[in-house]
């Protein structure tokens, strides 16, 4: 069976790497492995998506699908007064994440979880690039379900390309939020926040 990263437990042999990133003047360096997503560097989705929102957080944030921890670890360094936790259901994800996170010295908490199972409310934003490789059915559960851990006045931000879907699942998303606006669009990609 092909191992892909959103598996909670890949049994694909490790291969570290260490990377670093550089956003918004803030450096971080990063290990990332086999069995997770865009182990090769920060993916240009994500990037636009921490450009995006990170002007827009404070208090409670959740980095939903959190991978090697790249889009948690860069709000930290970005938002110092906000507290983050990142998620994911990839156990080896969640483990880099926790390292990397104390590697660039923030405070992040770090837990595995099968969506909002493990996670309780509540949080003044939820930020997410959605395993899209998973599936129309989980990416939207992931979606919709952000909704009952969020604050009142809390948002949900979301990156998604337009050839993966974002015009269907921005529709999807106008019956589920009372408000979801389109932030930024870049070579496909669509920054989306809903509350």
């Known amino acids: 069976m092909t191992q892909h990263y959103f598996t909670s437990n890949p049994?694909?042999?490790?291969?570290?790497?260490?990377?670093?990133?550089?956003?918004?003047?803030v450096?971080?360096?990063?290990?990332?492995?086999?069995?997770?997503?865009?182990?090769?560097?920060?993916?240009?989705?994500?990037?636009?998506?921490?450009?995006?929102?990170?002007?827009?957080?404070?208090?409670?944030?959740?980095?939903m699908g959190c991978g090697w921890g790249a889009i948690g670890v860069l709000l930290a360094r970005l938002c110092p007064d906000a507290q983050i936790t990142?998620?994911?259901?990839?156990?080896?994800a969640v483990a880099l994440a926790a390292r990397n996170a104390r590697q660039n010295g923030?405070?992040?908490e770090t837990?595995?979880?099968?969506?909002?199972?493990?996670?309780?409310?509540?949080?003044?934003?939820?930020?997410?690039?959605?395993?899209?490789?998973a599936g129309k059915q989980t990416v939207y559960r992931i979606l919709d379900e952000a909704k009952t851990r969020l604050a009142p006045?809390?948002?949900l931000f979301l990156v998604i390309r337009k050839e993966q879907g974002a015009p269907s699942a921005?529709?999807?998303l106008q019956g589920v939020y009372s408000r979801v606006e389109l932030l930024a669009r870049k070579k496909g990609y669509w920054i989306l926040a809903c509350e």
């Open 170 to 172: 921005q529709t999807h």
């Open 153 to 155: 006045g809390g948002r």
């Open 27 to 63: 450096r971080a360096d990063f290990c990332t492995d086999a069995g997770v997503f865009s182990r090769d560097g920060l993916d240009f989705g994500s990037r636009l998506l921490i450009e995006t929102v990170h002007p827009l957080l404070h208090g409670r944030v959740l980095d």
């Open 86 to 92: 990142m998620a994911d259901i990839n156990e080896r």
């Open 11 to 25: 049994q694909s042999a490790h291969d570290e790497r260490a990377i670093q990133v550089e956003l918004a003047g």
């Open 106 to 108: 923030v405070s992040a």
């Open 111 to 133: 837990l595995v979880s099968d969506g909002y199972e493990n996670i309780a409310p509540s949080f003044d934003a939820i930020v997410t690039n959605p395993p899209i490789r």
